[in-house]
Nanobody
Framework: QVQLVESGGGLVQAGGSLRLSCVAS????????MAWYRQAPGKQRELVAA???????NYADSVKGRFTISRDNAKNTVYLQMNSLKPEDTGVYYC???????????????WGQGTQVTVSS
C-alpha cells in the first residue's frame, strides 16, 4: 500500500521558519511530480509548490522567495522549507504525489493526511 506521511507542522510566530517533510512508502515503482498544497479554514485548497521529477520547481506567487521545495529521490521524500512565515500562511498543508505503483505500474495521485501550520502575529 502506498502511503504519504507529512510531518513538521506546528505553531510559530510571524517571521519564523518551519520545515515540512513528506515521505512516500509502499510498493512504489517511481514517483513523478511531488507537491505541497495548503488549505486555510473556509477556503479552497491551493497549490503552494511543486517539483516534477527532472523539472524545475514552481511556486505560488504568495510564497516565492520565502519557500523552497526540494526532493530526495533516494529517500522518496519531499521537503518544504518555509521562511519568513506570515499569518496568511496558516492552514493545513498537504503533500501530494503522482506515484507509479509496483508491480502493475498504475499511476495515481496520492495525498498525505495533512499537517497543521499556524503562524501567529
Amino acid at each position: 500500500q502506498v502511503q504519504l506521511v507529512e510531518s513538521g507542522g506546528g505553531l510559530v510566530q510571524a517571521g519564523g521558519s518551519l520545515r515540512l517533510s513528506c515521505v512516500a512508502s509502499g510498493s512504489i515503482f517511481s514517483i513523478n511530480d511531488m507537491a505541497w498544497y495548503r488549505q486555510a479554514p473556509g477556503k479552497q485548497r491551493e497549490l503552494v509548490a511543486a517539483i516534477p521529477r527532472g523539472g524545475s520547481a514552481n511556486y505560488a506567487d504568495s510564497v516565492k522567495g520565502r519557500f523552497t521545495i526540494s526532493r530526495d529521490n533516494a529517500k522518496n521524500t519531499v521537503y518544504l522549507q518555509m521562511n519568513s512565515l506570515k499569518p496568511e500562511d496558516t492552514g493545513v498543508y498537504y503533500c501530494k504525489s503522482q506515484i507509479v505503483a509496483a508491480p502493475m505500474k498504475f499511476v495515481s495521485d496520492y495525498w498525505g493526511q495533512g499537517t497543521q501550520v499556524t503562524v501567529s502575529s
